[in-house]
């Protein structure tokens, strides 16, 4: 028993001798050094293959997130012919709309985005009427009232950027409540 503490103090000693040692590597200690605002990342939305969708962030605001629809035309063994699903042109608002009310995916959930919106239930559509004047109403297959902030402004933005590259569109929803809303997704 003895022996044993002699032999720990003289490992804890060893240790503390080199404590001093490793800290004279010549690297001078320095103040915090200031990086800038969060990273961001730049996306590509191409219209005619991607659905631009928004999630709400852990602060409450609004995260765009990009759903690749179709894979765009590409060369050699990658070309994609034109077909049912490959047709010409953005994804119809409907779809996109029932692609948000589907919720985020994994990648989405795991990046600390979620939704206010209801999920959509099975059998239920999304109608997309578009008058001359520019304006986009969207018949929802669920009570507007019950929607907060939130929520409506996912709606308007991703109907928006589903109709127009800019979103410069003025949306109007309509709930199954009769319920409606009138927004644009500038801010």
């Known amino acids: ?9 003289a490992a804890a000693l060893a240790a503390a ?3 001093p ?7 001078q200690e320095t103040d915090p050094v200031e990086a800038g605002g ?5 996306a ?3 219209r ?4 631009m969708l928004f999630f709400r962030t852990p602060d409450g605001g609004l995260n765009p997130v990009l759903r690749t629809v179709r894979p765009s035309a590409g060369f050699g063994g990658d070309y994609v012919g034109s077909g049912p699903d ?13 692609a948000l009310l589907a919720g985020p995916g994994q990648e989405d959930r795991a990046a600390g985005l979620t939704t206010a919106l209801p999920a959509a239930r099975p059998g239920t559509a999304v109608t997309v009427e578009t008058a001359p004047g520019g304006t986009v109403t969207t018949n929802l297959p669920f009570p507007l009232k019950e929607l907060n902030t939130t929520a ?7 109907i928006a950027y589903s109709q127009a590259a800019d979103g410069k569109v003025v949306v109007k929803l309509t709930g199954q409540d009769g319920a409606s809303s009138s927004d644009t997704c500038l801010p």
Do not use: S
Request: hydrophobic share 35%; proline share 10%; glycine share 8%.
């Open 48 to 51: 005619n293959d991607d659905m």
């Open 152 to 158: 409506l402004r996912q709606l308007t933005c991703t």
């Open 38 to 42: 969060p990273a961001t990342v730049e």
């Open 86 to 98: 490959t047709a010409p042109g953005p994804p119809p608002t409907e779809k996109t709309v029932m």
């Open 1 to 9: 028993m003895r022996r044993t503490r002699a032999h720990r103090r």
């Open 21 to 27: 040692l490793l800290g004279g590597c010549g690297i």
């Open 44 to 46: 590509f939305y191409n």
């Open 17 to 19: 001798a080199a404590v």
